[in-house]
């Protein structure tokens, strides 16, 4: 496996609880890296060449503003390129956001996405006004915005028949997603979700790090424990085919997943993450070291 970027979960914790959330994020959530932990992870990605970019995310990045700089620095201070995504809570108005990204543009940081949608509470959308937005360009700091649209019902019941994703489909129905946001869509039969249709299994190119180690193909779904086996030893000897979780989804998707381990199951799903998620949620017991953390799941 050859990583080209890491994405640290900076912390669990977010002063939203947004519904279609991964990993659960939420003002009463734990985690969160120190700086003793972070000069460790900068320290094992040295030693992996082919990792050139770090990208920081969470929960949410920006409530330890502090950490979030001094990690900026560092990651620019060994060469790699930078990335931060946030949900903008901090841009109240165009100098409040200068105030927060100049420390960060002044560290290194190469550029900034921010989530801009109504299902991050932002009713009245208007791009061009946001003040993050703004403030990142006038210091000459790359940004963008993330837009998501809320699940709609389908427009076009033969292409989702044919296995087309539901209009406002940008959602996958992961973690808070599966349990908040499924009621009342249409579904597909759970045995026709035969592949993983949004993460490459076997050489992804880029994974998370969450503050406690673990190491997240996709999120939810851990390839080992940084602070158990160095991260070189982790990518070197990691077979996504003898993993007791992506074994069977490469051999056959979720629904191999279920059939595989004989879970009881619903009649059907809204996409095949909805099924994978709601499978791996029954799993855990089973195997806790690959389905980790409760943060991932929901358990406080």
Not at 85 to 113: H, K, M, Q, S, Y
Not at 119 to 136: C, F, K, S, V, W
């Amino acid at each position: 496996m050859k990583l080209n970027s890491l994405h640290v979960l900076l912390t669990y914790q977010c002063n939203y609880e947004c519904d279609h959330c991964f990993v659960w994020g939420s003002p009463g959530q734990s985690g969160v890296f120190s700086l003793a932990q972070l000069d460790d992870v900068f320290r094992q990605a040295v030693a992996v060449p082919t990792i050139k970019s770090f990208y920081f995310e969470g929960g949410e990045t920006f409530i330890y503003h502090p950490i979030l700089v001094r990690a900026v620095w560092h990651a620019h201070d060994l060469g790699f390129t930078v990335g931060i995504v946030t949900n903008g809570f901090w841009a109240t108005g165009v100098e409040d956001a200068l105030a927060w990204l100049r420390p960060l543009r002044d560290a290194g940081l190469d550029c900034i996405e921010i989530s801009y949608d109504s299902l991050h509470g932002d009713i009245h959308l208007n791009p061009d006004t946001h003040p993050g937005l703004i403030a990142a360009r006038q210091l000459g700091l790359p940004a963008s915005l993330i837009t998501l649209e809320a699940p709609t019902t389908v427009r076009d019941p033969a292409a989702y028949e044919a296995g087309e994703p539901l209009t406002g489909g940008d959602v996958m129905y992961r973690g808070r997603a599966a349990v908040k946001l499924t009621d009342g869509l249409p579904r597909r039969p759970w045995e026709s979700f035969t592949s993983c249709p949004y993460e490459n299994l076997i050489d992804p190119g880029r994974v998370h790090l969450d503050p406690f180690g673990n190491l997240h193909l996709c999120q939810g779904i851990v390839m080992g424990n940084v602070w158990q086996r160095p991260l070189t030893e982790i990518l070197e000897n990691f077979d996504p085919y003898t993993h007791p979780i992506v074994g069977p989804l490469l051999a056959g998707g979720p629904a191999r997943l279920v059939q595989q381990y004989d879970l009881a199951h619903e009649r059907g799903y809204v996409d095949a993450c909805h099924l994978c998620y709601t499978a791996r949620a029954a799993l855990r017991e089973r195997f806790p070291a690959q389905l980790a953390p409760d943060q991932m799941y929901g358990v406080a």
